[in-house]
């Protein structure tokens, strides 16, 4: 079976519940930021983005919220469904030029019981 | 829509023996970017390429070289391979970015290597 995100921080939650998953970032460099959810045996999935100018972005069932002041990032998912079961990575990007790479932090395991 | 497509799926290989793993990135797309996935651990960036040329290096270890051709798809050459080589290797592509434009990575589905 799949061994990506054996040793990752866990969040349960029940289906119907929001969920809130959390990521801190440490460069004040950081321009763009981005959520990516990685079901078992897939490559990480876009969900959304947030750009350094911005503190809340809204997408469908999930909304992006970024405090610059203490380099925090965090992903809301509302009325969480089993389908939303993944590890959940934030990643940056940094510089103002072009072809940067991304920089992802320490997933977390999402489950969602029925 | 068409996504990233990467092959092999699963490749195994013995110690010390090459692979080569391609990525062809989606259609109009010119950058690719290789991570490496370790068991329980995040995505790390290796290399990439925009428009044929090496745009940005990570940490890719000297026995690895990449490269990218005319119809934009990438290889990934993997030499001397050791036991710590076992991973995923994602290939994501995007557009290429221009100045105050960020451009999103689509990711394939990966390539797990087992080396054995």
């Known amino acids: 079976g799949e061994s990506v995100g054996l040793h990752l921080p866990t969040l349960s939650v029940q289906e119907g519940d929001n969920s809130i998953i959390n990521c801190a970032y440490s460069n004040s460099a950081s321009d763009y930021f981005i959520w990516y959810k990685q079901e078992s045996g897939k490559g990480p999935q876009f969900i959304i983005d947030?750009?350094?100018?911005?503190d809340k972005r809204q997408g469908q069932r999930v909304t992006v919220l970024l405090n610059k002041t203490v380099k925090h990032l965090s992903l809301q998912i509302a009325a969480t469904q089993p389908g939303d079961s993944a590890v959940y990575f934030c990643?940056?990007?940094?510089?103002?030029?072009?072809?940067?790479?991304?920089?992802f932090g320490t997933g977390t395991r999402l489950l969602v019981s029925p | 829509a068409a996504g990233v497509i990467q092959s092999p799926r699963h490749l195994i290989k013995e110690k010390r023996e090459t692979a080569t793993l391609k990525c062809y990135p989606i259609p109009r797309h010119d950058t690719v970017y290789w991570y490496q996935q370790g068991p329980g651990q995040d995505p790390q960036f290796l290399i990439s390429?925009?428009?044929?040329?090496?745009?940005d290096k990570g940490s890719i270890p000297d026995r690895f070289s990449a490269q990218q051709f005319s119809d934009y798809h990438s290889e990934l050459n993997m030499s001397s391979l050791e036991l710590g080589d076992s991973a995923l290797y994602f290939c994501?592509?995007?557009?290429?970015?221009?100045?105050?434009?960020?451009?999103?990575?689509?990711f394939g589905p990966g390539t797990r290597l087992l080396v054995l």
């Open positions: 390429f925009y428009e044929k040329m090496q745009s």
């Open positions: 994501a592509s995007s557009l290429g970015e221009s100045a105050g434009v960020v451009e999103t990575q689509y």
């Open positions: 947030i750009r350094s100018n911005m």
């Open positions: 990643a940056e990007k940094r510089g103002n030029t072009g072809f940067q790479k991304l920089v």
